[in-house]
């Protein structure tokens, strides 16, 4: 054809296609016509389906997400002091024991989310999808990873790639402010795949808490050396 029919008015789209079949006799030009000009409105139909909801007026996004996540105490001397509430939060953390938290800010790709991990409880060794910053808002804890067990405390940040086995776990009431991109919300099954301990042993087998300084092959193995740090237990 000629001319392109989509946008054309439906009586005027029917006159091309009718001149575009005039080689055929009157009756079948016609019922070709109509064939042709349905075929046309289904694709337009699916074409427009798959684009993107148009936004109501009013209701656009802004382009700024902002919340409170701490209070502002105000400054000691040169020291900026954040009031953090060390409590529970209103949704369970995907497959965690007892594990909570408040969403902050999602993007849909990138977001926060601070953590509650009570004393003695923990993530299970896992993966996620793409990397995480874990800020430590209060209370002691432990990453294991890659044969390791180490401690963090509040003010510090760390990093695991997403990829590699890792596990939390907390010595006490734990606060964690976690950054994650691709951000999955806390109670999404895809927020962490659950791994076999064994994904945190070293490359000879061996995992060392380097709070007790007692090595072994299995996370009974600490335990039953004294090492309560071992996030064999977590869930």
């Not at 926060?112 to 991990?117: G, K, M, S, T, Y």
């Amino acid at each position: 054809m000629t001319q392109t029919t989509h946008s054309l008015p439906v009586e005027e789209t029917l006159n091309i296609l009718r001149e575009e079949l005039h080689h055929l006799p009157v009756a079948e030009r016609e019922a070709k016509a109509v064939q042709l000009l349905s075929v046309l409105g289904r694709a337009k139909a699916a074409e427009a389906s798959a684009l993107p909801p148009l936004e109501e007026p009013g209701s656009r996004r802004s382009p700024l997400l902002i919340c409170d996540w701490a209070a502002d105490l105000g400054l000691d001397g040169t020291t900026q002091q954040l009031g953090i509430t060390v409590a529970p939060g209103p949704t369970q953390v995907s497959k965690t024991d007892d594990a909570t938290g408040h969403s902050l800010l999602s993007s849909g790709h990138v977001g926060a989310d601070i953590l509650h991990v009570p004393a003695g409880s923990g993530f299970a060794p896992h993966t996620h999808p793409g990397d995480h910053l874990l800020f430590v808002l209060a209370g002691t804890g432990t990453i294991a990873v890659a044969g390791e067990i180490v401690e963090t405390r509040p003010g510090q940040v760390y990093m695991v790639e997403g990829a590699l086995t890792h596990a939390v776990g907390a010595v006490t009431d734990h606060m964690i402010l976690a950054v994650g991109a691709p951000h999955r919300h806390l109670d999404s099954p895809e927020r962490q795949e659950l791994t076999a301990y064994t994904a945190l042993l070293g490359d000879l087998g061996r995992i060392t808490c380097r709070i007790c300084d007692i090595e072994g092959s299995s996370g009974e193995e600490l335990a039953a050396k004294g090492c309560p740090h071992s996030p064999h237990r977590l869930g």
